[in-house]
């Protein structure tokens, strides 16, 4: 079984930075899909980022294009999420999520249906 494991979260103001970490066990790069998703208070939840083999294949919500990047360390077993121009409206308890790698292939992981998920992390942006 896939265990992930969030870390980095916390507050930052409107225009700030955060970088979310997520360790995954047993991770290569070609064998799963990995995903940022995200849940705000009383909204569903949304899929914000993921990424596939080696971050050849990436995808953003159109909500976080430009200002967040999701990274890999394949040494590390980690995927990252880089936050920049951070708005309120990021602000949110996010997870990381892990699916087989087809789910990166045809945009399904950002239906939710993943496989394993970590606890989540809450990002907090003041204006």
């Known amino acids: 079984e896939v265990q992930l494991v969030e870390s980095g979260g916390g507050s930052a103001q409107a225009g700030g930075s955060l970088r979310l970490s997520c360790l995954v066990s047993?991770?290569?790069?070609?064998?799963?899909?990995v995903a940022w998703f995200r849940q705000a208070p009383g909204q569903e939840r949304e899929g914000v980022a993921s990424?596939?083999?080696?971050?050849?294949?990436?995808d953003y919500a159109d909500s976080v294009k430009g200002r967040f990047t999701i990274s890999q360390d394949n040494a590390k077993n980690t995927v990252f999420l880089q936050m920049n121009s951070l708005k309120p409206e990021d602000t949110a308890v996010y997870y990381c999520?892990?699916?087989?790698?087809?789910?990166?292939?045809?945009?399904?992981?950002?239906?939710?249906?993943?496989?394993?998920w970590g606890e989540g992390i809450l990002v907090n942006v003041s204006s």
């Open positions: 990424i596939y083999a080696g971050g050849h294949l990436i």
């Open positions: 999520a892990a699916g087989p790698a087809g789910y990166c292939l045809d945009d399904y992981w950002s239906s939710g249906d993943m496989h394993y």
């Open positions: 047993e991770y290569a790069d070609d064998s799963h899909c």
